[in-house]
């Protein structure tokens, strides 16, 4: 299993970015499939989460109501919707698999970062 995440870029305040996590190897379906994002120096820390099963979204109350979670099975790939950025997201962003949990430790499974800037 192999995640590739991608879509970064410099946006502006108050701006939005989809992140796109692209399986392969497997079928997306069968993983939960999570965000994090890293500063430099910093924790690894969750953002949110799909789940295998029903699809559920789980999301930090940091980001929670300015970014959606959705997969699409046919591309094999899950997004990050990210609305309203602010300075504080900007970060490194990577997903994982396999859990819906909120800490790294529970990942086996990891793409590269990509990088979102957040320009006021």
């Known amino acids: 299993v192999q995640l590739q995440a991608s879509g970064g870029g410099l946006v502006h305040l108050g701006g939005s970015l989809r992140l796109s996590c692209k399986l392969s190897?497997?079928?997306?379906?069968?993983?939960?499939i999570a965000w994090f994002r890293q500063a430099a120096g910093s924790e690894r820390e969750w953002v949110g989460c799909i789940s295998t099963r029903d699809g559920e979204t789980k999301y930090s109350t940091s980001v929670e109501g300015r970014f959606t979670i959705s997969r699409d099975d046919a591309k094999n790939t899950i997004y990050l919707q990210m609305n309203a950025l602010n300075s504080e997201d900007t970060d490194t962003y990577y997903c994982?698999?396999?859990?819906?949990?909120?800490?790294?430790?529970?990942?086996?499974?990891w793409g590269r970062g990509t990088q979102v800037t957040v320009s006021s």
């Open positions: 994982a698999a396999d859990s819906c949990l909120n800490a790294p430790m529970f990942y086996d499974y």
């Open positions: 190897g497997s079928t997306i379906a069968r993983y939960g």
